[in-house]
């Protein structure tokens, strides 16, 4: 995702461009409420709408954000559109990051923003090679060619360094927007989201993957984040918006085919039969035993440090390395307890 050269101006928010997320630009928006106890919230999206909103999607159509007194416009970020400087900015209360590192290197750069709830537990992000010259374990990738997106260099580098592979036993290309350098056998392997399905489908039964996090770089995904301003001063606020897609997000758990048709309905240029297909997947990244124990969109304090530590070895802080308690806020999963573990 475009991460890499964060600065004061230059933020995309997120590293999941990178991993092929994204498949319309268009505007959720609900209509003003008149009622006098109704708050707007407004979400910066880090890169284009997908099934990465699936549970805000269903809060929405379902009436969990009214219920909590929010009305939700969610805004589709893209790659021209600075995600994280708009929350920054004050133009959004809360940000959706596809990947966790936007949070560690805005803050670093002196923005000052913090994540408060991981929407996926798990990062989709999938090295997928082909089965007649597989790579299962980090150590196959010697002497391999990598096609990746130039944002995503870091993660390979990343990866490389953790599994102790001198970057010059690998070589790494630049990766297009699609797999046809692993079909044509220009790369061995390509890298992208596993909840993007539609992308996948030229693979088909050959693919074999190797995820990100299975290597050893555990971050987390679809991050949401807000000021600090906005956590001191409107942590009620929040809490309400992180009840109304709680509650949307356990829903679409346990009725995964309605939340695709309010999903498609939401964004019609969405494949159907892709989501359909896609649901499972997205449903396994936010739910898992940590959920089941924390509640939806727990995080941990641990798991921050780690990546704060990847990158620091990495040397790719510009600025002074950020603290667990700069980039992360433990405050309003706290205030959301009960429901999010409800629905974890």
């Known amino acids: 995702m475009n991460d890499l050269k964060l600065n004061r101006r ?24 008149f009622a006098a106890d109704m708050t707007t919230v407004h979400m910066q999206l880090g890169w284009l709408a997908s099934n990465g909103i699936l549970g805000e999607v269903v809060a929405q159509a379902k009436g969990f954000y009214k219920e909590e007194g929010v009305e939700l416009e969610i805004t589709p970020g893209g790659p021209n559109v600075d995600g994280v400087g708009g929350v920054a900015a004050g133009r959004s209360m809360v940000g959706q990051t596809s990947s966790s590192p936007s949070v560690m290197l805005a803050r670093s750069a002196g923005i000052p923003i913090k994540a408060f709830a991981a929407g996926y537990q798990k990062h989709p992000f999938t090295y997928f090679s082909l089965d007649s010259d597989p790579i299962k374990e980090p150590k196959d990738m010697i002497g391999k060619t990598i096609a990746t997106q130039p944002t995503a260099y870091i993660l390979l580098r990343a990866l490389l360094a953790k599994n ?69 001063k409107d942590s009620g606020t929040l809490a309400k918006f992180l009840t109304g897609s709680a509650r949307g997000w356990g829903y679409a758990k346990d009725h995964p085919e309605e939340a695709v048709d309010m999903l498609v309905g939401a964004y019609p240029n969405l494949d159907k039969a892709s989501e359909l297909e896609a649901v499972k997947g997205v449903i396994d990244f936010s739910f898992n035993e940590t959920t089941k124990k924390d509640g939806w969109g727990a995080m941990t304090a641990a798991n921050w440090e780690a990546q704060i530590k990847t990158y620091a070895d990495l040397d790719q802080f510009k600025g002074s390395v950020p603290t667990v308690d700069e980039i992360m806020t433990l405050k309003i999963l706290d205030a959301t307890t009960d429901i999010r573990k409800k629905v974890g």
């Open 164 to 232: 102790g592979i001198a970057e010059d036993q690998v070589t790494i290309v630049n990766m297009g927007s699609d797999m046809n350098q692993l079909m044509t056998g220009q790369a061995q392997a390509v890298t992208g989201w596993l909840t993007n399905i539609n992308a996948l489908k030229v693979v088909g039964d050959k693919r074999v993957d190797l995820m990100l996090w299975d290597a050893g770089i555990q971050l987390y995904a679809n991050v949401y984040f807000a000021t600090d301003d906005s956590i001191e």
């Open 10 to 33: 230059t933020l995309l928010a997120g590293l999941g461009a990178a991993g092929g997320l994204a498949v319309t630009q268009s505007l959720i928006s609900v209509k003003p409420s």
